[in-house]
Nanobody, 126 residues
Framework: VQLQAFGGGLVQSGSSLRLSCTIS???????VGWFRQAPGQEREGVSCISHSDSAYYSDRVKGRFTISKDNAKKTVYLQITNLKPEDTAKYYCAVDLNYRDYRGPSCIRDYGMDYWGKGTLVTVSS
């Protein structure tokens, strides 16, 4: 399984951006998570979506981030609105191939992820 995240860039505060994560390989029951890591900070989970379309968000981004997926394209999207300078980070997507729906928002935590993509950098200017 391989993942590739793209769509980052330099944007102004208040603007919107959509990140994409394309996935190759066989998926069964799974969850894809988006994570970010700002310079000098620990990686944090921001959102995840399960094979059954259950979506979860961290409290820090709830209301501004929307996760979705296109099964036919095997792509997971992260729509970010009203970008703030504190959203500046490298954004990564990852997949948990052993996810089950009863685990709920555990897919936001990175310890369960099996494969990671290379990140895409989002820089928000004030």
């Amino acid at each position: 399984v391989q993942l590739q995240a793209f769509g980052g860039g330099l944007v102004q505060s208040g603007s919107s951006l959509r990140l994409s994560c394309t996935i190759s390989g066989t998926l069964g029951e799974y969850a894809v998570g988006w994570f970010r890591q700002a310079p000098g900070q620990e990686r944090e989970g921001v959102s995840c979506i399960s094979h059954s379309d259950s979506a979860y968000y961290s409290d820090r981004v709830k209301g501004r981030f929307t996760i979705s997926k296109d099964n036919a394209k095997k792509t997971v999207y992260l729509q970010i609105t009203n970008l703030k300078p504190e959203d500046t980070a490298k954004y990564y997507c990852a997949v948990d191939l052993n996810y089950r729906d009863y685990r709920g928002p555990s897919c936001i935590r990175d310890y369960g992820m099996d494969y990671w993509g290379k990140g895409t950098l989002v820089t928000v200017s004030s």
